[in-house]
């Protein structure tokens, strides 16, 4: 990554006054692109806009360019072409004023194995030069409090967990007051509890007025705690927008309960239904392109088929997912 030019000092503003930034967005990028040596496209002209104020999920198969995007954000790695603005400013040229308003979790935490939990939080603030050393303590063990390590705050890091890793760099992000939160596969390695403690604490982040930029490949998590999200894949951006409109943009399944399943298949696909699928006394299928709902609830009664429901179920964010982008979602891609 390229220095800062000489000419052009930055000190360490108070970035606020324009976080209002294109559109009142807190990030914004125009056809930002990451081409690694030996012709790796890793991000392909990405044009991405969080509003303020949302919980914005970054979605897409491990290896769809999410991290490298979030490392273009942070100022980490220098883009090939195109821009992207962080709080109103661009990046990487004012890192030095934007991130301390930005809290991150990138790629999990950086520890010193040998420090205890505490102690690796009590080094990470020290480095910062716009933190208080005043109320150093006090912080870190809210931070730890509020993440669900204080009592394994003197437990020395190389003895936590994964999913206890994942805790501790979330709480390192959280030891200031932060007008963005970035944190990439925050759930990685936590057990269900911990990751539904998790997504109450980005709920109360974002309660509290922070933009929350959650990467993950898991679309259960988007759906749960996102207001708004994009999808990614293979380097390019598929589409974005509210997590509700994502949804309804794509048809639901159509769901019938019934004793006789398999006439009921049958019956189904004779009407145009598609991916007919039988579990139980549960058939579920696409509904016919062409046909009312109505006349294939008909069709199935006068054939004999006990109809005991019907109906179409919404889209969830896996179905818009795949009618997006043709495939399965392959979380260990």
């Not at 994009?230 to 399944?253: F, K, Y």
Request: hydrophobic content about 40%; aromatic content about 4%.
């Amino acid at each position: 990554m390229g220095e800062p030019s000489a000419a052009e000092p930055e000190a360490v503003p108070d970035p606020r006054p324009d976080a209002r930034g294109v559109g009142d967005s807190v990030i914004h990028t125009r056809a930002l692109t990451k081409r690694y040596r030996g012709g790796q496209l890793a991000v392909d002209g990405l044009d991405l806009t969080v509003p303020t104020g949302s919980v914005f999920g970054f979605l897409g198969p491990n290896g769809s360019g999410k991290t490298t995007t979030i490392r273009m954000l942070m100022g980490l790695i220098e883009p090939t072409s195109g821009s992207a603005r962080v709080l109103g400013r661009p990046m990487p040229r004012s890192a030095r004023a934007v991130l301390p308003h930005v809290g991150a979790l990138i790629e999990g935490p950086a520890l010193y194995g040998f420090l205890s939990g505490r102690d690796n939080l009590l080094r990470y603030d020290a480095a910062d030069p716009t933190a208080d050393p005043r109320t150093r303590h006090t912080r870190v063990a809210a931070a730890l409090d509020r993440v669900g390590l204080a009592a394994a705050a003197g437990k020395k890091a190389k003895a936590y967990s994964l999913g206890m890793k994942q805790r501790l760099g979330l709480a390192a992000a959280l030891l200031q007051p932060r007008e963005l939160l970035v944190l990439d596969e925050p759930t990685n390695g936590l057990d269900p509890q911990g990751m539904r403690e998790i997504r109450a604490l980005i709920r109360e982040l974002a309660s509290d007025g922070t933009t929350v930029f959650l990467s993950s490949h898991l679309l259960d998590e988007i759906e749960q705690v996102c207001s708004h999200a994009a999808v990614m894949a293979q380097g390019r951006l598929i589409t974005q927008g509210p997590v509700a409109d994502l949804a309804a943009g794509t048809r639901g399944r159509l769901v019938v309960t019934t004793p006789d399943p398999a006439d009921a298949a049958r019956v189904l696909k004779e009407q145009g239904a598609a991916d007919v699928v039988i579990a139980d006394d549960r058939v579920s299928a696409e509904p016919p392109q062409d046909r009312d709902l109505a006349d294939v609830n008909s069709a199935l009664v006068t054939a004999g088929v006990r109809v005991r429901g019907f109906g179409v179920e919404r889209a969830s964010l896996e179905d818009a997912f795949v009618a997006l982008t043709g495939e399965g979602f392959d979380v260990a891609g």
